[in-house]
């Protein structure tokens, strides 16, 4: 097992959620875990957005490979990365990918379910787990369900079929269950209950604030694509106004002072 595999697994023990930043590029990685983030993860559509894909499994595997080398290289804590839904349907294919990820210093991924069935998803986690058993490496797997984000079944019937698929996921090898969309406290208790995997939420307007997530035994939290999509909003702004008006004063308000920045990199 190596350590920042193990460091990963220890900072889903609670009792507060591992708070994820989720980075989509080696700089905003180091910019995360220098303001005191103790693992990052990324974020599969502003890792996409970056490089000039939309999200959705349109990201070549090739691409997301070296973007994990890159974030990897800089960081000291532990990195998981969002693989979407493995970036291929064959089972073996997910494998040899986990391999690549493995071998860049990966100590997590994300992987989902979508639209597919949940034995999909089950056959790819038992193939990530016998890749990492062959290379004597370790890596947590967090499985995503989109029951909630992409409306999977009907209202009443979503916590059940959440437990249904954590089971299935469980049994297969996954160590997290990650459900997006997920907000309601009453929903969220009895998920935790049924369910035998720390539970991670993605951050959602409805949402209680992160310590009473603790206390309902929410064990991780993710930002999501938040961070991302708030900076896209926020450079459209400046530079349309750079566009239409001309302005230098914009650029410099609320600015990083570049030799902050420039520190981040100094010892990397």
Do not use: C
Not at 154 to 175: I, K, M, N, Q
Request: glycine fraction near 10%; avoid cysteine.
């Amino acid at each position: 097992m190596s350590t920042n595999a193990a460091l990963f697994r220890q900072l889903h023990a609670g009792p507060q959620p591992l708070r994820l930043p989720n980075a989509w590029d080696a700089g905003s990685a180091r910019l995360f875990e220098s303001l005191g983030a103790t693992a990052i993860a990324t974020t599969s559509a502003g890792l996409a957005w970056a490089l000039g894909y939309a999200d959705g499994g349109k990201l070549p595997v090739d691409a997301a490979i070296h973007a994990a080398a890159g974030i990897a290289r800089v960081l000291k804590v532990p990195l998981s990365v969002d693989m979407e839904n493995g970036y291929a349907d064959d089972p073996v294919a997910v494998g040899e990918t986990i391999r690549r990820l493995l071998d860049v210093g990966v100590a997590g991924i994300n992987i989902e379910d979508g639209t597919d069935a949940p034995i999909a998803l089950a056959a790819k986690i038992e193939a990530i787990r016998n890749t990492a058993a062959k290379m004597g490496a370790d890596i947590f797997v967090n499985a995503r369900t989109d029951v909630y984000l992409a409306s999977l079944a009907d209202a009443s019937r979503r916590v059940d079929e959440t437990l249904s698929r954590g089971a299935v996921y469980r049994a297969a090898g996954a160590d997290g269950l990650f459900v997006p969309g997920l907000h309601e406290p009453a929903e969220i208790q009895a998920i935790v209950a049924g369910v035998d995997l720390p539970l991670n939420l993605m951050a959602w307007p409805e949402l209680l604030p992160v310590h009473e997530l603790g206390r309902l035994g929410v064990r991780r939290f993710s930002a999501g694509s938040g961070i991302a999509q708030m900076l896209w909003g926020h450079a459209e702004t400046l530079a349309r106004d750079f566009l239409d008006n001309g302005r230098s004063e914009s650029l410099a308000e609320g600015a990083m002072p570049y030799g902050r920045i420039q520190a981040l990199f100094a010892d990397r």
